[in-house]
């Protein structure tokens, strides 16, 4: 059995106090030893505290299972995002394909308006190239 410290701690509290630290200072991104922006992981708060991943999962599984659960909840969290963007752009897109179909109608009115217009000019040019037509003088106000 080992010696209590100065606060009355055994050496496997003092253990499980540094992993909780090295824990707490990866999540907050103020890691000492491991590099910022590093992954939360057992073996990222195993180099932080100084300990072995063996002493964490073997020792302290309940902060083997806190770290898990972070792990897990960054993975959910990142997979929500996702989720939401994604059903972000489906709305675009069926706001798009909507738009897209009116567009089409609206094109193929005007397609039919256009022959219909380009038939009429043809029909009047005729009548105006027509001999037998007499061009009536302007009225000037």
Same mark, same amino acid.
């Given at each position: 059995?080992?010696?209590?410290?100065?606060?009355?701690?055994?050496?496997?509290?003092?253990?499980?106090?540094?992993?909780?630290?090295?824990?707490?200072?990866?999540?907050?991104?103020?890691?000492?030893?491991?590099?910022?922006?590093?992954?939360?992981?057992?073996?990222?708060?195993?180099?932080?505290?100084?300990?072995?991943?063996?002493?964490?999962?073997?020792?302290?599984?309940?902060?083997?299972?806190?770290?898990?659960?972070?792990?897990?909840?960054?993975? $959910?969290?990142?997979?929500?995002?996702?989720?939401? #963007?994604?059903?972000? @752009?489906? &709305?675009?897109? %069926?706001? +798009? /394909?909507?738009?897209?179909?009116?567009? $089409?109608?609206?094109?193929?009115?005007?397609?039919? #308006?256009?022959?219909? @217009?380009? &038939?009429?000019? %043809?029909? +009047? /040019?005729?009548?105006?190239?027509?001999?037998?037509?007499?061009?009536?003088?302007?009225?000037?106000?």
């Amino acid at each position: 059995m080992s010696e209590p410290d100065a606060k009355g701690r055994t050496r496997g509290e003092r253990t499980k106090e540094a992993i909780r630290l090295a824990l707490v200072r990866i999540e907050k991104g103020r890691p000492k030893v491991v590099e910022k922006g590093r992954k939360l992981s057992i073996k990222a708060v195993a180099e932080e505290s100084g300990f072995s991943r063996a002493t964490i999962t073997n020792n302290h599984p309940e902060l083997a299972e806190r770290i898990r659960e972070a792990v897990n909840k960054g993975a $959910r969290k990142q997979r929500d995002q996702k989720h939401l #963007e994604l059903k972000e @752009l489906r &709305a675009k897109l %069926r706001a +798009l /394909r909507e738009e897209y179909a009116e567009v $089409r109608t609206l094109n193929r009115d005007m397609a039919s #308006e256009m022959a219909s @217009l380009a &038939a009429e000019n %043809r029909r +009047l /040019r005729a009548i105006v190239d027509n001999e037998k037509v007499v061009a009536f003088p302007s009225k000037k106000p």
